[in-house]
């Protein structure tokens, strides 16, 4: 058995949702298919919303610009003696819908409640549709087993009660192709909660997991993991395999062809992703394995960078508490939920820094200032300062942050560049040596390391 998950352009045209339907149908074994909502409807969703909030006319053309773009889809996919019984179903959930949107114009006020089921119907239009696209498709509903909870404000996967659920749901499924919505799940209460923009990639990678498949496919709209963001650099290649260390530090430093949660259930129970295209299916596309697979030498796997960071910069007053101190910097923004990129020593400065996401930096600053309130209050430690509009660049590949000559390379690329990197390069993992530099430099020295790392050479 395997799990295939297609996304939003996936599924977005009729001519992309043919291919879906050849895809699925080839397949030989039991396969379970996990979709997103058309491509673009959960940004329209949620902008509908925002619209209506402000009780502004407009909402209801935008509410039947997306009620068009579903009937057309249906007039074009399901089989004709299906059709209406498929209209019907979909028209009943925009009667919710509708509801939902009036009594968020009426109110003036769009709860997160009510945000979180207004987009739920993006994932469960596309699959009401879907399932009478592919033949023998049967549709299970997604939140009646992939369940959350919440911490630090926010829905995350309850690990133990989905997995009860899960298995109570798929004891007895006799059916070889099972559909599922992505990304909506329900807490402990039934309201619909979901797992964030994503999380359809980890709808897919939680039930390969607890399903023990024998792979998850992520179908999206390139070839695989790439050497670079072709956007910015058209020279960059396919990546053929990665591990699943190398492909979670490539997507936790901003590459966007997986959600970076989706790799963690599937690393644990070592089932291979493989990364292809539905508009190029019979290319062979990028395989993540288990790292024993791979070569233990040193290789550059990729390039990729996070926009808008900043760095938090701790003082201390000498070298004897540096450690202590930067674990209390590390575990506090931890308990706050704010992920740290990169954290670095200056050479002959007694100061600690942490780089995470501009976003974050209110929430972060709070943490700190709780942490070492006493210190700021004697005047043993200075006020924390900022440096802002920074971006964060990370080489990843396997086995490259102990092998010294990745920073030396790293920081020549740079000097023939005429980039001065905000921090040096520094190795949060064996596979990432990451470094920061003004925002505005940020595509200059992306290309900078591509060319030394991938097109002269490693």
Not at 232 to 238: F, L, Q, T
Not at 283 to 293: K, L, M
């Amino acid at each position: 058995m395997k799990v295939l998950k297609f996304g939003g352009t996936s599924v977005g045209t009729p001519e992309s949702l043919r291919s879906v339907k050849n895809i699925v149908e080839s397949c030989d074994e039991r396969v379970i298919v996990v979709v997103s909502a058309l491509g673009g409807i959960t940004d329209r969703l949620i902008a509908t919303a925002r619209e209506a909030e402000k009780v502004s006319p407009g909402y209801q053309d935008m509410f039947r610009e997306i009620i068009d773009r579903h009937h057309a889809m249906t007039e074009e996919m399901v089989p004709a003696d299906e059709r209406a019984q498929v209209i019907l179903a979909i028209d009943a959930l925009f009667k919710e819908l509708s509801d939902i949107y009036l009594g968020v114009s009426l109110l003036r006020e769009l709860s997160e409640r009510s945000l979180d089921r207004v987009v739920s119907y993006g994932e469960r239009l596309s699959s009401t549709i879907i399932e009478h696209v592919i033949n023998g498709a049967v549709l299970r509903f997604s939140p009646s087993f992939i369940r959350t909870t919440r911490q630090f404000g926010r829905h995350v996967l309850d690990n133990d009660l989905t997995h009860r659920c899960i298995a109570s749901e798929f004891a007895e499924a006799p059916e070889r192709i099972t559909l599922v919505g992505g990304f909506i799940s329900s807490d402990e209460q039934g309201h619909i909660t979901n797992l964030g923009r994503g999380g359809s990639d980890y709808t897919a990678a939680i039930l390969a997991a607890e399903l023990r498949a024998e792979t998850l496919e992520i179908w999206t709209d390139v070839d695989g993991f790439m050497t670079a963001d072709p956007r910015i650099i058209p020279s960059a290649k396919v990546i053929d395999e990665l591990s699943f260390v190398e492909a979670m530090e490539l997507c936790n430093f901003g590459a966007k062809v997986i959600y970076p949660p989706t790799i963690y259930p599937v690393f644990h129970r070592n089932i291979p992703i493989y990364i292809k295209n539905t508009f190029n299916p019979s290319y062979p596309g990028t395989r993540i394995a288990d790292i024993e697979n791979l070569s233990k030498e040193p290789s550059a796997g990729g390039v990729s960078s996070i926009s808008d960071t900043c760095l938090l910069r701790v003082k201390i007053s000498d070298s004897a508490v540096q450690e202590a101190t930067e674990s209390r910097m590390i575990n506090a923004l931890s308990r706050n939920g704010i992920n740290v990129f990169l954290t670095s020593r200056p050479a002959g400065c007694f100061e600690i820094c942490c780089a995470i996401s501009a976003s974050s930096l209110p929430a972060a600053r709070s943490a700190l200032l709780a942490e070492f309130s006493s210190e700021l209050e004697t005047g043993e430690m200075p006020p924390l300062s900022v440096s802002d509009n920074l971006a964060t660049i990370a080489l990843v590949g396997e086995n490259i942050n102990p092998d010294e000559t990745v920073r030396r390379k790293i920081c020549s690329a740079l000097h023939e560049a005429k980039i001065s990197p905000v921090t040096l390069p520094a190795g949060s993992t064996d596979s990432t040596v990451s470094f920061m530099v003004e925002m505005d430099n940020r595509v200059k020295a992306l290309q900078a390391i591509h060319r030394a790392f991938f097109e002269c050479g490693y």
